[in-house]
């Protein structure tokens, strides 16, 4: 027996599913999920420039601090979504490894304003940082977007059984 022959867990129980489709979050998560990624195209423009041409270093300083922000309210917003959904603050079985990588994400980003208060980094350094917390915050929204795909594809599979199941 190996990996492919045991029974997956559905990204969603029925109940956890009505919890999902009745939480104000999950609206909440839809509008900040894509306004995250928008600023963070926009400053990724500007850490970028300000690292090629080294213009615009405060701008590109305050465009990550504008994303952690945006990260933060995700994250908090998030949090009780999956408090909502799956009774726990954090790491729900469904969304774990997401969850761990949000934690490094998180971590980053916070290490991008400690250093940027303190001024423990120089410029470009900075910038460095603030890329490596956006390379991590890449691979997390990809997880995500592969989770909202499974979460999709499993909903399909649920009307195609209902319908299936109500043939006489």
């Known amino acids: 027996m190996g990996p492919g022959d045991r029974p997956t867990r559905p990204l969603y129980t029925p109940a956890e599913r009505q919890r999902r489709d009745a939480s104000r979050w999950t609206l909440v998560q839809g ?29 590109a300083e305050i465009s990550v601090v504008v994303k952690t922000l945006a990260l933060y309210a995700i994250m908090v917003t998030g949090s009780i979504w999956e408090k909502d959904v799956f009774g726990r603050w954090l790491f729900a079985p469904a969304f774990f490894w997401e969850d761990v ?3 490094l994400v998180l971590a980053l980003h916070t290490a991008y304003l400690a250093a940027l208060a303190t001024g423990a980094l120089g410029g470009q350094a900075l910038l460095l940082l603030a890329l ?19 979460a999709r594809l499993e909903g399909a599979e649920d009307r195609v059984t209902r319908l299936v199941e109500a043939l006489p």
């Not at 500007?46 to 270093?57: I, K, M, P, S, T």
């Not at 490596?132 to 499974?150: D, S």
């Open 31 to 59: 509008v900040l999920a894509p306004l995250q990624f928008v600023i963070f195209l926009a400053s990724l423009i500007l850490v970028l420039r300000a690292l090629v041409e080294g213009q615009g270093q405060g701008a």
């Open 101 to 103: 990588v949000s934690m």
């Open 132 to 150: 490596a917390a956006y390379a991590t915050y890449v691979v997390n929204a990809g997880q995500f977007l592969l989770k909202l795909r499974a």
